[in-house]
């Protein structure tokens, strides 16, 4: 039961990191910090007040970038991979005492797999958005997902079940959100090309 809590305390916390990168590690660090929340030991500097420091700093420069035009769609396609490598960080360092092997490959392919899914569903919604309003959309889009990062960090260090259901339903969004723009841009290249 410890290791499904912490596979879902893990993938939630991924998912997470899919809407803004340094939230959900700022949560983690916070909770250890302050609340009652043990770190494996490899990840035991999170616990560290340099580090509460430097993710509270980078957090606040990851929040305001999403205010300015441009420079959200370019941290968009730093993100994607970047969010990635932080989801299947997440999901390793909850997993704790499983085996090595089975520890990263999980966190490989339900982490960072999770994060790269959200991370694609609002890189495209952002997309839409610049194209529909000339970018005037992405204000609150930004303000959506550094709440819902937040929101979902806190749940899932709280209630964890809870979390996954909700990481469940935004999965099955994401996903029908990237397989619904895919064919779209397949199309317009197609016309380009005529």
């Given at each position: 039961?410890?290791?499904?809590?912490?596979?879902?305390?893990?993938i939630?916390?991924?998912?997470?990191?899919?809407?803004?990168?340094?939230?959900?590690?700022?949560?983690?660090?916070?909770?250890?910090?302050?609340?009652?929340?043990?770190?494996?030991?490899?990840f035991?500097?999170?616990?560290?007040?340099?580090?509460?420091?430097?993710?509270?700093?980078a957090?606040?420069?990851?929040?305001?970038?999403?205010?300015?035009?441009?420079?959200?769609?370019?941290?968009?396609?730093?993100?994607?991979?970047?969010?990635?490598?932080?989801?299947?960080?997440?999901?390793?360092?909850?997993?704790?005492?499983?085996?090595?092997?089975?520890?990263?490959?999980?966190?490989?392919?339900?982490?960072?797999?999770?994060a790269?899914?959200?991370?694609?569903?609002?890189?495209?919604?952002?997309?839409?958005s610049?194209?529909?309003?000339?970018?005037?959309?992405n204000?609150?889009?930004?303000?959506?997902?550094?709440?819902?990062?937040?929101?979902?960090?806190?749940?899932?260090?709280?209630?964890?079940?809870?979390?996954?259901?909700?990481?469940?339903?935004?999965?099955?969004?994401?996903?029908?959100?990237?397989?619904?723009?895919?064919?779209?841009?397949?199309?317009?290249?197609?016309?380009?090309?005529?």
């Open positions: 039961m410890d290791v499904l809590l912490s596979l879902c305390l893990g939630a916390l991924s998912a997470a990191s899919g809407f803004r990168i340094f939230i959900p590690p700022l949560a983690m660090s916070l909770a250890a910090n302050y609340g009652d929340y043990n770190l494996s030991p490899q035991e500097w999170l616990g560290t007040t340099p580090a509460l420091v430097a993710l509270g700093i957090t606040i420069v990851e929040v305001l970038a999403y205010y300015i035009p441009v420079v959200d769609n370019l941290l968009d396609t730093i993100e994607l991979p970047t969010a990635v490598a932080v989801g299947t960080i997440l999901t390793g360092a909850n997993l704790g005492d499983v085996n090595p092997v089975l520890q990263w490959t999980i966190a490989i392919v339900a982490g960072g797999g999770t790269g899914a959200i991370e694609g569903a609002a890189a495209v919604t952002r997309l839409a610049t194209g529909l309003t000339g970018g005037m959309g204000i609150l889009l930004a303000t959506m997902e550094a709440l819902s990062s937040a929101v979902l960090s806190i749940l899932a260090l709280s209630l964890p079940l809870l979390a996954i259901a909700l990481v469940i339903g935004l999965l099955i969004f994401a996903v029908t959100k990237i397989s619904k723009f895919f064919p779209v841009l397949v199309q317009k290249v197609k016309r380009r090309r005529s």
